[in-house]
């Protein structure tokens, strides 16, 4: 337990000091700016924008970006929609994997290009290794970059003053892709490779047991999709059971350097922010209130699953490593319980340990993580999250003192709110009615275990299974309750449209804001502004947060998590 | 309109070949140099070649002269892998581990309070390859027995294939539960698959539970 709150926090702090410097690194990639990498990187991201025929000076005003945004987005689509149903026939099929269902496909596709990662399959019994390469390993590179791109522009639009434009989608996209996740991404490949992920081509390795059974070892080229996986918020893992399996995740050292790759790219864009808008007080303040809701989360959850489950407890087991059902022996519970809070409040999703084994007020963590969905968040888009937080909170300070509410100088009005409300709102609601219309049709149905079979726990804890994943899929995050039976046209498709719908309204919705915020004058501050970089204004943000945010869930933790916790002794 | 489309294609194929392609054929490539046991799953060979196992995956023991890993939701199937998904309250849970604690009681002759809870839940995967080290040395009694050596030698094999928590604070104290099997067999003669049936030894009598061989 000791070495446990050490490693932790030593986890934690590096990320957020190694967070600065890239933060520093991403403004001057996205400002024009000299970085080191220059000699390499902008040679290939020039290549890629002359190959693709894009005008590097070419602008674009909101809508044009939206645009830009969308058409991309729906061509990957297509064309990983069409690999993974004709995988079959496609090369790089050592062990033979049959094309993939299309309710599946829709769900599996659907779920990457939004830069959820929800998996409906099993990688190693689901895809070819051409389609671990050409569909997975692409999108996990490209949606985040879109997710990146997206950010920046509403950065753009909140930082300028009279403008026009927000710059160009298909630059910004490069850029992202090109110069800030590809060296990443190579550097914790060969990292997590050199501790044994494997990266072949090779089939299934047969082996014979020491007591002569047959075991094939599935393996392939997972080292390139663990890295973007991690670092991209996707979490998408190259096996079923994710960085919980040796080959994903082999060693504590691989687990800290896969930890610190969720984190490092949601926690720099808040520097970024700061050095953009030109405010690092600004970036502080919101880097702060991020703090004090995620530390609070991982000091909980790490105390509930090092405590164990009390059901165990009683059978008289020593338990005194925690609860260790679904969990690594060489993890253990404490970085089990940091991944799962890390992993949830950004929308990563990449699991070291089975959330739905956790504990039931430590598997509360990471629906909270993905119901809140701003703390750090997703490369981009989390964070897109949580200036519409800001924005809100900016009003509701504004409203309680009685000043004009303004960020960045511009005022804040109705036009603003609504399209942050829309951004705000859709998200419970994807949630909650999701889960309504699946308890309903469980209800209804005639003896729904044998009939659905889509729970594998009974009581409140099956209720919890339903809840996760519509969460998760709202969340964009991927990370499952997988004791679901989730592989039926019910949920694939239900969750596939939650989750193209909870991508594109959250990006398009502020990329408006973005563009109404831009083309309004930026008044010089006074005395009788809100100062949004105070510590006053932290506090409320984290109020407002806090009470907006998880207020409305509520009902559903009472139903699932708290009331397994109650019957559970 | 057509420009966008145009567009979206023209990067969507260019980015395919880089990021799909390039980047992890790139990535192979460095592998097979550099880290070249490590790319190809780590994998344990005999002398004739044959593949025992990886060092980094779970395979299943049940003979008594083998050290066992911790239970596995698939049966340590590393071609279909996952956890149990079970949760914390559920009746079909707790009844396995009750079950999984009874077998344990009677095989190593202890009392509950002696096993670690690794022993009787399931890994996330299915195929951690590590028993935390309390856990070796609950089974040791059992090995030394079934292989006619000493408990200290076997306690001692155990120790050198202890593994510490990396850089002191990372993570747990583990044993690699083939190696250490591998170690056994080395040290103490094979007993496993490759042996002549009829190699003499008390070893050779015990009922083997669960093994498939045949008693005559």
Redesign the interface.
Known sequence: MGTDILAIAFIILLTIATSVALGRYMFNVFTGGRTFLDPVLVPLERLVLRLTGVDPNEEQDWKQYSVSLLVSNIVMWLATFAIVSIQQWLPLNPDSIANMEPTLSFNTISSFTTNTNLQHYSGETGLSYFSQMFVISFLQFVTAATGVAACIATIRGLAGSRLAHIGNFYVDLTRATVRVFLPLAVLVSLIVMSQGTPMTFEGAAQATTLEGQAQPIARGVTAGVVSIKQLGTNGGGYFGPNSAHPYENPTPLSNLIETWSITLIPMAMVWTLGYMVGRRRLAIVIFATMLAIYLPMVVFGVAQETRGNPAITTMGVDQSTGSMEGKEVRFGAGLSALWAVTTTVTSNGSVNSMHDSMTPLGGLMPMIGMWLNNIFGGVGVGFINMLIFVIVAVFVAGMMVGRTPEFLGKKVEAKEMKLASLALLWHPLAILVGTAIACYVWATSADPGTALAWLKNPGPHGFSEMLYEFSSSAANNGSGFEGLGDNTPFWNISCGLVMLLSRYIPIIAPLALAGVLGAKPAAPETAGSLRADSVTFGFTLWAVIVILGLLMFMPVAVLGPIAEHLALR | MLT?????????L???V????V??V???G??RV??SS??????IHRPDG??????????????PE?FQP?PSGVD?N??????????????D??KA??ER?DAIETQEGV????????M?????????????P?AAELQAARVARARNVSVDRVLELIRAHTEG??F?????A?VNV?EL??AL?EQFGQT??GRPSRAGGSAGLKPRAG??DSHD
């Open positions: 966008e489309i145009r567009r979206a294609i023209l990067f969507t260019v980015t395919m880089l990021l799909g392609g980047y992890n790139g990535l192979w460095i592998g550099v880290f490590q790319a190809e799953g780590s994998l044959t593949i025992v196992g990886s060092r980094l995956i779970a395979q299943k023991f049940t003979r083998y911790r340590y590393a071609a279909s892998t996952g956890g149990t998904n079970y949760g914390p309250s559920n009746p849970h707790l581990v009750r604690l009392r509950a309070g002696a096993v670690p809870s690794e009787v839940t399931a890994s996330g995967g299915g195929l951690d390859p590590h028993i935390p309390r928590p990396t002191g604070f990372l993570g747990r583990r083939l099997n591998l067999d496993g698959a093994s498939g």
